[in-house]
């Protein structure tokens, strides 16, 4: 049973106590107040311009509401298996559905399995109190997100450093995406951020930078890596100001 706890400014959504899966600012309900979400974010320097952004796990909304704002040409679809979660977008002042956002309750291996090439970027963010649903880890999962992507198109998957199959996850990605994974070396803590790129014919951008980041693990540090998600979060927030 999620939980939702207000201590002053701050609001938070908990699966198990002290488990604090988002965090939000009453004053600044757009912000993105955890690490793991501003490194999430990093899917923009892959495809700055997505037409289309499916994410898997409302939570508190907390990308969903900053690419919202931040990405005002942009479609957002949300998956989310939870009903409980979901009612409780007003609570975290999730818009409401739009022509732009749409959350669907129902499951994302299933959507996202009938859906080829009908995105530019995948944000898998999906837990329970349980950790993460086996069918989010499946082999077969990963091959139809990157099935789901268009050509050139980022899939930013946050995965538990310290969760058993971690390895076994990681190399899933791997082969599903045929090697094309990179990480930003400790961007953020215990969550392992992997991005992986459609690139059929290796020549697009996004493939290119691929391959940079894979070879320095970004920009090699982790206060680095932690520095550049903030300011890409700042320069996103920004530009349309």
Known sequence: MPRVRTHGNRRTLEFQPGD?????????????????????MCFALF????????????GGGSL?????RHFPQTRITVLEISAEVISLREAFKVPPD????????????????????????ILVDG??????PAALGSAAFYRHCRQALREGGVLAANILSYDPSHDA?????ARAFRGRVCDFAGIAGNNHLLF????????????????????????????????LARALVAWLAWRLV
């Open 20 to 40: 604090i899966q988002s965090e939000m600012l009453l004053s600044h309900p757009d912000h993105l107040v955890l690490e793991y979400a501003r490194a999430m």
């Open 47 to 58: 495809a700055p311009h997505p037409r289309h952004i499916l994410m898997v796990g409302l």
């Open 64 to 68: 969903a509401k900053f690419c919202y």
């Open 98 to 121: 739009d022509a732009r956002l749409r959350i669907i309750h129902g499951d994302a291996a299933d959507y996202i399995r009938a859906a080829p090439a009908s995105c530019d970027v």
């Open 127 to 132: 837990f329970d109190a349980a950790g993460m």
């Open 169 to 173: 996850l990681v190399g899933r990605i």
């Open 196 to 227: 992986a790129v459609r690139a059929d014919d290796g020549g697009s951008r996004a493939a290119r930078l691929q391959e940079y980041v894979a070879r320095r693990r970004g920009l090699g540090f982790s206060f680095l890596n932690r520095l």
